[in-house]
Nanobody, 124 residues
Framework: QVQLVESGGGLVQAGGSLRLSCAAS????????MGWFRRPPGKEREFVAA????????VYADSLKGRFTISRDNAENTVYLQMNNLKPEDTAVYYC?????????????????WGQGTPVTVSS
């Protein structure tokens, strides 16, 4: 059974940092694109970042460039999201996702596997 399990969320003050992790089990994703999405309270799911299978390419939502960094460790079958200078508007449930192919973009429907999400709350 394939599972993606996020961790690292929590409550942080504005300006603080968090590092989210997403550990995959049941199969390896070292040839697959992976991404992070988030769902703010009362809003639609939105793209955060994605990374290619070999970490050679990354893509970010325009509004998050410079504050968020996605990375992966294929040996550990894990993807990370480093979030710095957090703002109250970053409050959301964060989800990691794995594509069945090398796809690594912002279209959520291209991803087949999803974690349960980890909540992030940024207080002002």
């Amino acid at each position: 059974q394939v599972q993606l399990v996020e961790s690292g969320g929590g409550l942080v003050q504005a300006g603080g940092s968090l590092r989210l992790s997403c550990a995959a089990s049941g199969r390896t994703f070292n040839r697959n694109g992976m991404g992070w999405f988030r769902r703010p309270p009362g809003k639609e799911r939105e793209f955060v970042a994605a990374i290619s299978w070999n970490s050679g390419r990354t893509v970010y939502a325009d509004s998050l460039k410079g504050r968020f960094t996605i990375s992966r460790d294929n040996a550990e079958n894990t993807v990370y999201l480093q979030m710095n200078n957090l703002k109250p508007e970053d409050t959301a449930v964060y989800y990691c996702a794995a594509a069945p192919t090398e796809y690594m973009g912002s279209s959520y429907y291209q991803y087949d596997y999803w974690g349960q999400g980890t909540p992030v709350t940024v207080s002002s």
